[in-house]
């Protein structure tokens, strides 16, 4: 079956740097990647869908400028957090999906990263 | 815009007993259903999906769900659960055009109980 990986699984910063989470689709081409926000105990926020080789479509209310994401290559995404703070600590999952594949309407998930802001 | 809403944010049931987690949607065009399940500090793992045919749909786990477009509803079953079914579960819609974002219902925690 599809693998989507991400890493690193948990990772912790100082206030005021910045984290790079990687998101890769194994063994599939990722046409389309997807970035998630969870916060404790709640739902799933789409915060942006990125299509290879073009720029990303943030949701209202998610500053582009904080989380910067790249999919440069049909199977690598980042998630960047800019100069981050204490309550940009949350749990990030990345989804992705072949759009032009068979199972076009497959999503398949990362397994998180936990990001810790101190 | 499509929309989820799942009915019961806690549901605590006891063991080898049957559930039943509400899940209704909104949607002006044709969708994608599923439903995913969430254990602590993982990822999501998917039960099982309704993309088209029979309204009733097996997944995983034992777990079912069946799609009812009159009521927008695609709840989910278990005749009979077990401890390590106690988890987070999340009913998700997605559009069948445009850029298929995926919307998430706020979730449904399953509490076993012995």
């Known amino acids: 079956g599809a693998v989507v990986s991400q890493h690193p699984s948990r990772v912790i910063c100082k206030s005021g740097t910045s984290v790079k989470i990687e998101c890769r689709s194994l063994?599939?081409?990722?046409?389309?990647m997807f970035w998630y926000r969870q916060f404790p105990k709640k739902s799933l926020m789409l915060m942006a869908t990125s299509n290879e080789g073009s720029k990303a479509t943030y949701e209202q209310g998610v500053e582009k400028d904080k989380f910067l994401i790249n999919h440069a290559s049909l199977t690598l995404s980042t998630l960047t957090v800019t100069s981050a703070h204490p309550e940009d600590s949350s749990f990030y999952i990345c989804?992705?999906?072949?759009?032009?594949?068979?199972?076009?309407?497959?999503?398949?998930f990362g397994p998180g990263t936990r990001l810790t802001v101190t | 815009a499509q929309s989820v809403t799942q009915l019961d944010s806690q549901v605590p049931v006891f063991e080898e007993a049957p559930v039943e987690l509400r899940c209704n949607y909104s949607s002006s065009v044709s969708v994608y259903l599923f439903w995913y399940v969430q254990y602590p500090n993982q990822g999501l793992q998917l039960l099982l999906k309704?993309?088209?045919?029979?309204?009733l749909v097996k997944g995983i786990n034992g777990f079912e769900a069946e799609f009812n477009k009159s009521q927008t509803s695609f709840h989910l079953r278990k005749p009979s659960v077990h401890i390590s079914d106690t988890a987070e579960y999340f009913c998700?819609?997605?559009?069948?055009?445009?850029?298929?974002?995926?919307?998430f219902g706020a979730g449904t925690r399953l509490f076993v109980k012995a």
């Open positions: 989804s992705a999906r072949d759009l032009v594949g068979q199972n076009y309407y497959e999503q398949y």
């Open positions: 063994d599939f081409q990722a046409t389309t």
């Open positions: 998700a819609v997605s559009e069948g055009t445009g850029g298929f974002k995926t919307i």
């Open positions: 309704y993309l088209s045919g029979s309204t």
